[in-house]
């Protein structure tokens, strides 16, 4: 089963530059705890902006160049949906984790969403796709706690796909 975590600005920004425009500390524990043990999939530069390989999960990256390598035996590099099938019918919980096109692309195979949703416009140049209430349901929203190092409020949202 695929879910997908992301955290963006009320204007759908998620990045600028291949980097998070904010620094929530309590996001990045909840992102922690919900994704470890789970696989993570995500693109390329996505990957790459982590800058690691995040301890006890299997990435899962797609990339278009067929020559992309990582020596990891935690990764898996993947150039098609047919590659991450078992993932989208499986019991499992796994995790979209970005980028932009990542997200657009899997949306549709996604049964869940855990959205930070940071409520205060940005500037970027990566942006979240609209969340069509007609096909996602709102089952969770829950104040972020407090934080210091931010001048804005933030929200935990889960939403589930409605059954069609």
């Known amino acids: 089963m695929l879910s997908i975590i992301v955290a963006k600005a009320k204007n759908n920004i998620i990045g600028k530059d291949n980097k998070l425009i904010w620094h929530i500390s309590d996001d990045l524990k909840r992102f922690k705890e919900l994704t470890t043990g789970h696989p993570i999939i995500m693109g390329r530069k996505t990957f790459e902006s982590l800058g690691k390989v995040l301890p006890n999960r299997k990435h899962i990256i797609f990339s278009h160049n067929p020559d992309f390598k990582v020596s990891d035996e935690n990764v898996e590099v993947v150039h098609s949906l047919l590659q991450i099938q078992d993932y989208i019918d499986g019991k499992e919980e796994a995790f979209v984790i970005g980028g932009a096109m990542i997200y657009n692309f899997l949306m549709p195979y996604v049964k869940k969403m855990y959205v930070t ?48």
């Not at 990566?126 to 409020?153: A, L, Q, R, S």
Request: glycine share 4%.
């Open 117 to 164: 949703q940071i409520e205060k416009d940005f500037e970027g140049d990566t942006f979240f796709p609209k969340i069509d209430t007609n096909i996602w349901e709102e089952v969770e929203n829950v104040e972020g706690p407090k934080d210091d190092e931010n001048d804005f409020e933030y929200r935990y949202i889960t939403y589930v796909r409605k059954d069609k």
